[in-house]
């Protein structure tokens, strides 16, 4: 069910204003295999991990949601948004600031657009303060694992060799269930 390309992330915008931050994923494609049409799109997910700070040694590092990912060297997250059946933004500590579900048959406005290969949506500025000059953004993508139902979902293992609903590639139990990563 996963279109070639949809675990390629090919641009990431973050756009802020006194009140919001309007956050855009495009991928190669995105898969839409119509199991929740509410979402718009399914089988991909991405952590967009939020160094706020911008200082060496601060933050978490450990990415969380069966990533088995941390951050690279000197970075460290303060919050971090993860998007996949839905968006749920956490502290470093793993406190859940908000979170965002479809609701099931809601086809108005889905956050992900399988037909130009997106995700968007907006987060208010106050859940991921303080931003500012010396903020990193790292994004992770891999595939979703919603296991067999809806919701916010986890990152999909990656295996030695691909199977019908695992990823393959893997060469050790230390990687993680990543394929794609992006650093500003």
């Given at each position: ?22 956050l855009t994923l495009t991928f190669k494609a995105l898969s ?15 952590a967009i991990a939020i160094d706020a700070d911008g200082r060496a040694g601060t933050g978490q590092r450990r990415i ?121």
């Amino acid at each position: 069910h996963l279109q070639p390309g949809s675990l390629d992330l090919i641009r990431f915008r973050a756009v802020a204003d006194r009140e919001v931050v309007r956050l855009t994923l495009t991928f190669k494609a995105l898969s839409d295999p119509g199991w929740h049409p509410e979402y718009g799109a399914q089988l991909t997910f991405a952590a967009i991990a939020i160094d706020a700070d911008g200082r060496a040694g601060t933050g978490q590092r450990r990415i969380g949601r069966n990533s088995n990912a941390t951050m690279p060297n000197g970075l460290g997250y303060e919050r971090i948004v993860y998007v996949g059946g839905g968006i749920r933004i956490e502290n470093a500590g793993g406190d859940v600031l908000a979170e965002y579900r479809p609701v099931e048959g809601d086809v108005r406005r889905p956050i992900w657009n399988a037909a130009d290969g997106s995700v968007s949506f907006s987060i208010p500025r106050a859940l991921l303060e303080p931003l500012g000059p010396t903020t990193r953004w790292t994004v992770f993508v891999g595939a979703q694992d919603d296991h067999g139902g809806a919701g916010l979902g986890d990152f999909r293992p990656v295996e030695r060799t691909a199977g019908e609903w695992h990823g393959g590639g893997r060469r050790s139990e230390s990687e993680p269930n990543v394929y794609d990563q992006l650093i500003i």
